[in-house]
């Protein structure tokens, strides 16, 4: 007490120096017990409520509330984030793709020259989300803060191909991980398909996910445009459940889609050499020879291309089809931003005449 009176008399004879350049012995005096008071009593506050008995705190206690609101804000503020999925019958989408956004569609690096961070698009990033929505309810679960994320959403996709976008909300934040739960998204998890790369943050959907290479900036990376090879196969289907089909193509050894793309691979090779075979039995028969020495098309057919040459050319009329519609998309929307930005103009109103105009009352008949 009388150290903490020093304390207070002190401060109180230094603030009224610099204020009336003089002190009063009394005042001072009276600040100093008030001052020490103060402090005594704040120090013993503090030190009960950080330093109290816990076990003897109520449900209602300052400590419970505290724990609390800190278990509060560690969980998604809603149990549930989509609504009900209604099938279409007029265009049936069966699964939801669940994608990550950062590390799998973007990546973060940053510009020394510029002095802040950049984001660059993964290659193929727009055409995987063309042919996913088609197919699949897209939604997409990050981490990355809500105001950051939509920024980046709205310029990567700017049609529409995401159908639904969860942020840092909707994860449960454990032992400096955000977590990301698939039950919040109200679907049933046999029809829940994740690819992306956070293994931690999907930790519990490992069932459902399968792990593709993070991208770092790789301006070579075909990572996107190989999985749409595997999206459309699975919407093709119809299975019952997902997840059987998932653990078939995890590898511990090699990433998705490159596990899928050697058994797509070697299916291919093993169908075109049994074709080859036939073929050359075929052309050993007399009965061929006598046919094809009057069809010069069946004697000079040319044989089946190879598993890489036959998907380059898949991936080419993929691209072609894209652009066509690309282009299509565009032209609505720069209509409809020029639509807009008439419609404004022609109702534009100066703060003159905001402020200046008076609307009369209609008069009463």
Not at 156 to 181: M, N, Q, V, W
């Given at each position: 007490m009388l150290k903490a009176g020093r304390l207070g008399r002190h401060l109180f004879t230094n603030s009224a120096k610099r204020f009336n350049g003089t002190s009063t012995e009394k005042g001072s005096k009276l600040s100093s017990m008030l001052w020490g008071a103060g402090l005594v009593a704040a120090g013993a506050g503090a030190g009960w409520y950080w330093f109290g008995p816990r076990e003897e705190a109520g449900e209602g206690s300052t400590a419970q509330r505290t724990k609390q609101l800190i278990d509060d804000l560690q969980k998604p503020v809603k149990e549930k984030f989509l609504p009900p999925k209604q099938d279409d019958p007029r265009h049936p989408r069966p699964y939801t793709l669940v994608i990550d956004l950062d590390g799998f569609l973007v990546s973060h690096h940053w510009d020394?020259?510029?002095?802040?961070?950049?984001?660059?698009?993964?290659?193929?990033?727009?055409?995987?989300?063309?042919?996913?929505?088609?197919?699949?309810?897209?939604?997409?679960?990050?981490?990355?803060?809500?105001?950051?994320?939509?920024n980046v959403v709205r310029?990567?996709?700017?049609?529409?191909?995401?159908?639904?976008?969860?942020?840092?909300?909707?994860?449960?934040?454990?032992?400096?991980?955000?977590?990301?739960?698939?039950?919040?998204?109200n679907r049933d998890p046999a029809k829940v398909l994740v690819i992306?790369?956070?293994?931690?943050?999907?930790?519990d959907a490992q069932e459902n996910m399968l792990v593709v290479k993070p991208w770092n900036g790789d301006p070579s990376d075909r990572s996107l445009e190989k999985s749409i090879d595997f999206l459309e196969g699975l919407a093709l289907s119809r299975a019952s459940d997902v997840r059987p089909v998932v653990s078939k193509f995890k590898d511990d050894k090699k990433y998705f889609p490159d596990s899928f793309d050697d058994l797509q691979r070697s299916t291919y090779e093993k169908g075109r050499q049994e074709t080859e075979e036939r073929k050359a039995r075929r052309e050993s028969s007399w009965l061929f020879r006598m046919f094809a020495f009057a069809s010069p098309k069946l004697s000079n057919a040319k044989p089946l291309p190879d598993y890489e040459t036959k998907k380059e050319e898949r991936m080419a009329v993929r691209q072609k089809e894209w652009e066509h519609v690309k282009g299509i998309m565009q032209k609505q929307l720069e209509a409809e931003a020029a639509k807009e930005k008439s419609f404004n103009e022609e109702h534009k109103v100066s703060w003159w005449d905001f402020f200046s105009s008076q609307q009369q009352a209609p008069k009463s008949a």
């Open positions: 020394r020259e510029l002095g802040r961070w950049r984001v660059a698009k993964r290659p193929g990033a727009e055409i995987f989300l063309f042919y996913a929505a088609q197919l699949y309810e897209v939604v997409l679960f990050s981490s990355m803060q809500q105001f950051e994320g939509e310029k990567l996709d700017p049609y529409g191909c995401i159908s639904y976008s969860l942020f840092r909300f909707a994860t449960r934040h454990e032992k400096g991980r955000y977590l990301k739960d698939l039950s919040v998204l992306g790369h956070d293994t931690e943050g999907f930790r």
